[in-house]
C-alpha cells in the first residue's frame, strides 16, 4: 500500500504528547511491535528524565503509533518508535519521522539517531525510505539476544548523502536492492 493513502485521512491525523492516559493504548502496541518489550515501568522512567519527550500519531482518538526520543545538545536520539501493526504501510511512521525532521534546525540540532536491531529488517527499509543511512554497528549490542544494532542517522543537511564508504554490513544489500 503506498504512503499516499493516508491523505485519505490525513486531516484526522493528529501528532500530539504523550500523556499517561495513553499508556494502555501505547503499552498495546508495543506488546504487539516488539519481542522484547518496554515494560510501563521502563517507559515511564525514561518519560521522567528531562530530555525526553513521547509522542503519539492519533486517528479519531485511537492511538496509532509513537515514538519515544531524547533531545541532546546536537541531535535527537530516538528511543522507542513504533506503529500499531492494523495501520502500518499507510504513511503514518512517514509522517511521525518528518514530525522529528521538522525539530531540527542547522542552527543547533542538526540530525536525528536511532538504533535498530540486525534482524529488524522492516524497520531498516523503513527508515533507509527516511533518508537514514546506517553508520556505525555496535556488535552484540542487545543483553536478550546478542544481536548487532545498526546506529542510523537523518543528517538534515545531507539527507542525499551516499551509504558512507566502508560502513557495508549483512543488510547492505538489501539498501542496494531498495534504492535501484
Ligand atoms: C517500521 C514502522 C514504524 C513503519 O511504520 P509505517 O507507518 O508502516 O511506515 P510507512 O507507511 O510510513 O512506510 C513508508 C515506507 O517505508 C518503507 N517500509 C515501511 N515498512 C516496511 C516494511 N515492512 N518492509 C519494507 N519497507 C517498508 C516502504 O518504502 C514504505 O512505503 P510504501 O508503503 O509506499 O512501500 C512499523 O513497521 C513498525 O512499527 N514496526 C514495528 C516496530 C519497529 O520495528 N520500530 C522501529 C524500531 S527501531
Request: aromatic share 14%; charged share 30%; no cysteine.
Given at each position: 500500500m503506498s504512503s499516499d493513502h493516508l491523505q485519505d485521512q490525513d486531516s484526522s491525523?493528529?501528532?500530539?504528547?504523550?500523556?499517561?492516559?495513553?499508556?494502555?493504548?501505547?503499552?498495546?502496541?508495543?506488546?504487539?511491535?516488539?519481542?522484547?518489550?518496554?515494560?510501563?515501568e521502563e517507559f515511564l522512567c525514561i518519560l521522567r528524565q528531562r530530555n525526553c519527550i513521547g509522542m503519539v500519531a492519533e486517528i479519531d482518538h485511537e492511538i496509532v503509533g509513537y515514538m519515544i526520543y531524547e533531545l541532546h545538545k546536537s541531535n535527537l536520539h530516538v528511543l522507542n518508535f513504533a506503529v500499531a501493526n492494523s495501520h502500518r504501510r499507510r504513511g503514518i511512521g512517514t509522517r511521525m519521522v518528518q514530525r522529528l525532521v521538522d525539530k531540527l534546525s542547522s542552527q543547533r540540532r542538526k540530525?536525528?539517531?536511532?538504533?535498530?536491531?540486525?534482524?529488524?529488517?522492516?524497520?531498516?527499509?523503513?527508515?533507509?525510505r527516511q533518508s537514514f543511512f546506517a553508520v556505525t554497528v555496535l556488535r552484540n549490542h542487545y543483553d536478550d539476544t546478542c544481536e548487532d544494532a545498526y546506529?542510523?542517522?537523518?543528517?538534515?543537511?545531507?539527507?542525499?548523502m551516499p551509504m558512507i564508504a566502508g560502513k557495508i554490513n549483512?543488510?547492505?544489500?538489501?539498501?542496494d536492492a531498495d534504492a535501484a
Open positions: 491525523l493528529q501528532i500530539r504528547w504523550l500523556i499517561r492516559r495513553d499508556m494502555p493504548e501505547v503499552l498495546a502496541i508495543e506488546h504487539d511491535s516488539f519481542d522484547y518489550a518496554w515494560t510501563e540530525e536525528i539517531l536511532l538504533e535498530v536491531r540486525e534482524r529488524n529488517l522492516d524497520a531498516q527499509l523503513f527508515f533507509r546506529i542510523m542517522r537523518y543528517q538534515l543537511e545531507a539527507s542525499d549483512r543488510i547492505s544489500s538489501y539498501y
